[in-house]
């Protein structure tokens, strides 16, 4: 494949329920634009069907609580994408309509080790290869010698360089520190009713709080 024109931007995006967006979500997205040379993360929560939904919290909820803590991130933006369709969503599907978008753009999906283990078993993952690279990081729990990572690496692993080389088709592994917390944990501190919880920006807590979202 061809050297790519140094003119192409490189959009990487992160999918997710961010229900809620934590400080592990923000953590992520700043060691990937910092390490794999970004100009620009689109996090993108996913269309969660209603019996997998936190009770209570709406898909714009979780919208507007990521736009509150990407406020002071200037290379991070909501992708509304997924919610804004009334059907269940595809991960090849949504990178197409945002391949149609973006033209000029490359085009990085970011994805965990855990992902990567059981990649083979997402609807059309050859296809998500055609219009992206993946950006892996490291998960607790979960090894490039488990699962389908060891032959994906194998047949697609490049470095990082190549974001600015190819246009799609490459799995890039980096070598993160653990992000926490998790979701689930955040939640259980809400449904507690905690006060303070540094998992969360403070205007994330705030708009929880006064929108009395998880409570148990």
Known sequence: MTNLPTSRSLIGILGGTFDPVHQGHLACGRYVLEHCGLDQLQLMPCHVPPHRASPGVSAQQRAAMVELAIINEPKMQLQPLELNRASPSYT?????????????????????MDSLCYFKQWHNWQQILKLSHLIVCQRPGYSRENGDAPAL????????????????????????????????????ALAEKQQNISALAPQVLNYIQQHRLYQS
């Open 92 to 112: 090849a599907g949504s990178l197409a309509l945002l391949k149609q978008s973006m033209p000029a753009s490359t085009l990085a999906f970011v994805i965990g």
């Open 153 to 188: 690496l194998a047949e697609f692993g490049a470095a990082i360089a190549v974001l600015q080389q190819q246009e799609h088709g490459r799995i890039i592994e980096l070598h993160n520190p653990d992000f926490y917390p998790s979701a689930t944990a955040v939640r259980a």
